[in-house]
């Protein structure tokens, strides 16, 4: 695999420099909420800059219908990257179209611009490999080089990250050879104890990813709306709270197998509706009102959490603990985050809405070994999945 290095090796003076990045910010109206994802492609734009490149950065935000949707324009997003690199962004306000083929041209060395959003047109996400190719042949004739820094996107086989690569010569940015280094290190011999801890919504979600890690796993700590199915594989009765029925014969058989390495909450926060103001307590998690659903972990169980990871030597997290977006619901995202940051070893953040809470609870990104800027594809590598735009870098 070439990386960023050799390019620059090579010389990029007057090259026009194709940069797929993942610039897929949350945002408030235009208002971009958490620029984390911008932050992590600055080192790579900057050194092309700086070497003289033409650079032409693209990226997608949100899921638009193949067409054009105001609401997800990447314009704030041109606008945070010209304040962070401190220079002005050429916007192009379309991908392959004539305000793209404008900008890209009239780019002199050094400069940056920005495509629109490429989810805009439906040739990037197509399954039809003719129509995802035509795209992709359109893109790659903006650009004489590629540079993929966009980790969050590589496990998409889409026409920016997967068939542009496979048009121009191409290269793998800091962000996802660091990606691929840290990942690799879980996946191979780690540092036990190895504890992962695991959250979200649906155990469906995680459950390739569960397989994978449990042979592996010294421990493996469930919090978030997954944890109920495995409550109710126990035995439990968990109310109104959010249970995946046709997954309980699967938790129930996970936990036959872990011999008692899965850990799960004794205590949860339970709410009479998902909202801020609803009035709320702490309960068994084996006595859940039939009229409430869990929002959170509780107390005891953020400190059984916090004690299995105090002495762990390598730890993942993917996924918060609670509905941490709304205050009452965030303490047992924020007491698990803050026993990793205290951990003896090589701790990895994979991404996503962990990623999130970390930046919204106010925590300190360094105090973390990794933050991964892909959460879909950080669960998919350590599944043991091959992921297109790392194989399409490969080739």
């Not at 606008?79 to 793209?100: H, K, M, N, Y």
């Not at 109310?239 to 046709?246: A, H, V």
Request: with cysteine.
């Amino acid at each position: 695999m070439k990386t960023l290095d050799d390019l620059l090796a090579e010389g990029v003076e007057g090259r026009r420099v194709f940069v797929r990045a993942d610039l897929n910010v949350p945002l408030d109206g235009k208002t971009i909420t958490d620029d984390g994802r911008i932050r992590a492609v600055l080192p790579t734009v900057r050194a092309l800059s700086e070497a003289g490149a033409r650079v032409i950065v693209a990226s997608h935000l949100g899921r638009p219908k193949g067409a054009p949707d105001p609401k997800y324009s990447l314009e704030p997003v041109a606008q945070r990257l010209g304040e962070l690199l401190d220079r002005p962004i050429a916007f192009a306000a379309d991908t392959v179209g004539e305000s793209a083929r404008a900008v890209t041209a009239s780019l002199a060395s050094g400069d940056v611009a920005l495509l629109e959003n490429l989810r805009f047109n439906a040739g990037e996400t197509s399954k039809d490999d003719a129509v995802r190719g035509a795209f992709a042949g359109e893109l790659a004739g903006l650009a004489e080089a590629y540079v993929d820094d966009a980790f969050g996107a590589v496990h998409r086989k889409h026409a920016s990250v997967y068939d542009v690569p496979q048009r121009l010569p191409h290269f793998a940015g800091g962000l996802v050879l660091r990606e691929l280094e840290v990942l690799s290190k879980l996946t191979g011999e780690p540092e036990r104890p190895y504890v992962v801890v695991l959250g979200g919504s649906k155990v469906s979600d995680k459950l390739a990813v569960i397989e994978a890690l449990l042979p592996k796993v010294d421990k493996l700590l469930v919090g978030g709306g997954m944890c109920f199915t495995f409550l109710k594989a126990q035995g439990h009765e968990v109310g109104r709270s959010l249970l995946e029925e046709d997954m309980v014969d699967t938790c129930r058989d996970l936990l036959e197998r872990a011999a008692g390495r899965i850990v799960l909450p004794v205590d949860v926060v339970a709410a009479t509706a998902f909202a801020a103001d609803a009035e709320h307590g702490v309960v068994d998690a084996s006595a859940i009102p039939a009229d409430r659903l869990g929002l959170d972990i509780g107390p005891a169980s953020t400190a059984l959490f916090a004690e299995a990871l105090s002495s762990a030597r390598t730890v993942f997290w993917n996924g918060p603990m609670g509905v941490f977006e709304l205050a009452p619901f965030a303490a047992g995202t924020r007491g698990v985050a803050e026993a990793i940051t205290k951990v003896d070893g090589f701790t990895v953040v994979g991404g996503g809405d962990s990623a999130a809470a970390v930046r919204t609870l106010g925590l300190d990104d360094e105090a973390f070994g990794h933050i991964s800027t892909g959460g879909g594809a950080s669960l998919e590598y350590l599944e043991g999945k091959t992921l297109p735009g790392v194989a399409a870098l490969e080739q």
